[in-house]
């Protein structure tokens, strides 16, 4: 396979950090590999000091990228993350002085604690890999992954994130309680976030670029599984719990997602089962389920759409 000296560099590096620093969220390493092999964003939402922080400080140290955090509060205006123009008096000019946005690694810490206009400002930047402050347009540094954690929407304080900023993260997960033993040692150890900050990288930026070149030209994307996924799409905009379906976006990010999870287990093909494996992460949070079926989870309904949907021949 083309490109086998980045799969197992990327593969070294989920292995160091889930067996030396991040036991038990091995799921959530992989998902945020996946999305950065992708070229996606990530959005974990769980109960906080479950360790969403901890992922993205692990990541970054271990790929040697930049990294910028934003403590997100209600009171945080746009500028504090895109940056500013300061008036310089020596040379009496404005100068573009660029905000924590301006690195490859962005962890917008409980995004939905900040208002809606400042959630707002990182939309350009996810998508376009731009950032336009006061009529300019700066280009973002590549790679660029913005990671944000979100405490559960029935927290005090907290703005739910709007469908079209939802729609831009590649990934949405959670991490749950740790197993019983696992936690156990970790009460008696104390956190990893000392030894997280001594992490040597193991997989640098072009390592990591030619991954992404391989993901999106060297993994063959079959008619039989592109078939599958529009199947999944067009079953989520047919179902009477569902009032928004998925969109086609979201039929792109499932198929670059399942590129991914291809190059990790060094194939050059997607197997239907690809894409089975990354569909909830990659599309449940973009469902919106009609108000009279709110009981149902957008994680179950989704299950319950794909297990109708015969996997295909390879």
Known sequence: MTGTADNKAVKNMLHILA???????ENVLRLATVALLAGGHVLIEDLPGLGKTTVALALAGST?????????????????????????RESGQFSFMPGPI????????EINRAMPRTQSAVLEAMEERRVTVEGTTHRLPEPFIVFATQNPADQSGTYPLPESQLD???????????PEQLEKEIIAGGGVRERISDISPVLSAEEIMAARRAVSSDVYLSGRVVDYIH??????????????GLSTRAAINLAQAA??????????????????SVAEAVCAHRLVVRHDFEGYGRGELLRRIIADIPLPLA
């Open 19 to 25: 067996s030396d620093f991040l036991q038990g969220k």
């Open 64 to 88: 040697g990228l930049s990294f910028g955090r934003v403590q997100c509060t209600s009171d945080m205006l746009p500028s504090d993350i895109t940056g500013l123009s300061v008036f310089n």
């Open 102 to 109: 301006f690195n490859n690694i962005v962890l917008l810490d």
């Open 168 to 178: 831009r993260f590649l990934i949405c997960t959670g991490i749950g309680y740790p």
């Open 231 to 244: 199947a999944i799409v067009t079953a989520t905009r047919s179902n009477a719990r569902i009032q928004t």
């Open 259 to 276: 590129r991914a999870v291809a190059f990790l287990e060094g194939r050059d093909y997607v197997a239907p089962e690809d894409v089975k």
